[in-house]
């Protein structure tokens, strides 16, 4: 911490950035949000762009300089605008608030006894919005699930007594709130609505590639930026959470119940693949 | 690289090209100008297929913006042909 304070000092005083002075300039960028550099980059084009306009229009009379002042103003403005979509939290302080709650999922699995797969229900299965639900006893085959679970955290979804399983949030329950559910339930669509959602809204993947092929669903995540090392029990379960995430939005475009069948991770990649049944 | 820094690379290469392309031809009207950049703010608009609902909020208000300018520009093309008043020139007395 003493460290940062000094590399952010020596920065201000205007020090000549080489050798130690640059690692001290990425460093502070770094420590900076991603909210406040585009805010800084934007005041910067902003003001400087209505100087250089108002020099070039009322006093040099150049067209050219006009518009370059122009052009400057109008970017400014598209960078504030964008700066209101970064979180406020911080990167790490964001980690923290995920591991934790993987651990308590995890510790909640575990004291149960659970072990089968998780089945991500669509919002029309579940109350509202898509759920994930971990059937107490596991069956090789995934529950028939017909009617909608009532939104309680132990639910009976079936007719036996053994029909009784655990309806749990996920980031994609949430996540669903900002997606754009497809018209129809093509690949295209699916890889369309999920790459909006993933790449553009939560930009927590780089591009998002889907796959149709009968009743299994291949999904394949570039650059995912959300991997935790972790062997937690929840992993198991529900699955990492951007696949748990990329399950509940699939369940909720196809309005089917879904089970996440394998994940396969790669140097830059993620591959999921997503069993549909019910 | 994020969405949003391509959306701004994209945007801020389109508008260095128009001023570099046009001051080259010689050009020398600003509605030109402002008219082009509101075009390439829209075609970046809609290649950045989705944004978070508060982002897409501003963005709105940018594009109503563009949209207003973009309708006095055409309103003092109107005007000049109807009377041959060049408001460009008002402006800059």
């Known amino acids: 911490m003493k460290n940062e304070k000094w590399n952010s000092i020596r920065l201000r005083e205007g020090v000549k ?17 991603q909210r406040r ?12 762009g ?5 020099l070039a229009f009322f006093i040099l009379s150049s067209t ?21 979509g970064f979180p406020r939290i911080p990167d790490e302080a964001s980690r923290l608030i995920l591991e934790s709650s993987i651990r308590n999922s995890s510790v909640l699995i575990e004291e149960l006894g659970l072990r089968s797969r998780a089945v991500y229900l669509p919002s029309k299965l579940a109350d509202g919005r898509p759920m994930a639900l971990i059937p107490l ?4 085959e995934p529950p028939k699930i017909d009617k909608p679970l009532p939104k309680r955290l132990i639910v009976r979804y079936g007719l036996k007594q053994e029909d009784v399983g655990l ?17 129809e339930h093509t690949t295209g669509a699916l890889e369309s609505s999920l790459s909006a959602l993933l790449v553009n809204v939560l930009g927590v993947v780089d591009s998002v590639k889907a796959s149709v092929d009968g009743s299994t669903i291949i999904v394949e995540l570039s650059n995912p930026k959300l991997t935790i090392e972790s062997e937690a029990l929840a992993y198991e379960v529900l699955g990492s959470p951007l696949a748990s995430t990329v399950a509940s939005l699939a369940a909720e475009a196809l309005d089917r119940p879904i089970i996440i069948e394998g994940e396969e991770q790669t140097r830059n990649r993620l591959l999921v693949r997503l069993r549909i049944f019910g | 690289m994020e969405p949003e820094a391509k ?12 001023v570099v392309i046009f001051s080259a031809l010689g050009e020398e009207r600003l509605d030109l100008y402002v008219s082009m950049f509101t075009l390439e703010y829209f075609i970046s608009m809609a290649l950045h297929r989705s944004f978070k609902p508060k982002v897409a909020l501003y963005m709105n208000i ?9 309708s006095l520009i055409v309103a003092a093309r109107v005007i000049e042909i109807l009377y041959g008043v060049y408001i460009w020139d008002m402006l800059r007395l």
């Open chain 2, 7 to 18: 959306l701004i690379l994209l945007m801020g290469i389109m508008f260095a090209a128009t």
């Open chain 1, 137 to 140: 006893i596991s069956n090789p």
């Open chain 1, 37 to 48: 550099v585009y805010r800084a980059v934007s005041s910067a084009l902003i003001s400087s």
């Open chain 2, 62 to 70: 940018i594009s109503c913006f563009f949209l207003i300018v973009f």
């Open chain 1, 50 to 54: 209505v100087v250089m306009f108002t």
């Open chain 1, 64 to 84: 050219t300089l006009s518009a370059l002042g122009i052009s400057m103003i109008i970017l400014g403005f598209v960078a504030l605008a964008v700066s209101a």
């Open chain 1, 167 to 183: 309806l749990m949030e996920t980031p994609g329950s949430i996540a669903a709130e900002m997606f754009e559910k497809p018209s």
């Open chain 1, 17 to 33: 950035l080489t050798g130690n002075n640059a690692a001290c300039l990425k460093r502070a960028l770094k420590l900076m949000s």
